[in-house]
Nanobody, 115 residues
Framework: EVQLVESGGGLVQPGGSLRLSCVAS????????MNWARQAPGKGLEWVST????????AYADSVKGRFTISRNNTVNTLYLQMNSLSPEDTAVYYC????????RGQGTQVTVSS
């Protein structure tokens, strides 16, 4: 069974940082392009970042470019999102999504940016 478990969210002040993790099971992470997406209250799912299976191609939404960094460690089947210079507009539930299994969704991790 394919599973994705996100963690690392929390409450942080504007300008702060968080590092999200996503542990994958039931498939080999190294074989899948991986993505981060987020859903703010009352809004639809917003794509945040994508990293190719070999890690050599990375893309970011304009809203997070220069502040967020996606990475992966295929040896431990884990995807990461380092988030710096957080603003209230980044408040959302963050999900990791495997391109190979686009309908599989974890529980997400809540990120709240507030003073």
């Amino acid at each position: 069974e394919v599973q994705l478990v996100e963690s690392g969210g929390g409450l942080v002040q504007p300008g702060g940082s968080l590092r999200l993790s996503c542990v994958a099971s039931g498939f080999n992470l190294s074989n899948s392009q991986m993505n981060w997406a987020r859903q703010a209250p009352g809004k639809g799912l917003e794509w945040v970042s994508t990293i190719r299976s070999d890690g050599r191609s990375i893309a970011y939404a304009d809203s997070v470019k220069g502040r967020f960094t996606i990475s992966r460690n295929n040896t431990v089947n884990t995807l990461y999102l380092q988030m710096n210079s957080l603003s209230p507009e980044d408040t959302a539930v963050y999900y990791c999504i495997a391109s190979s299994f686009p309908r599989t969704r974890g529980q997400g991790t809540q990120v709240t940016v507030s003073s």
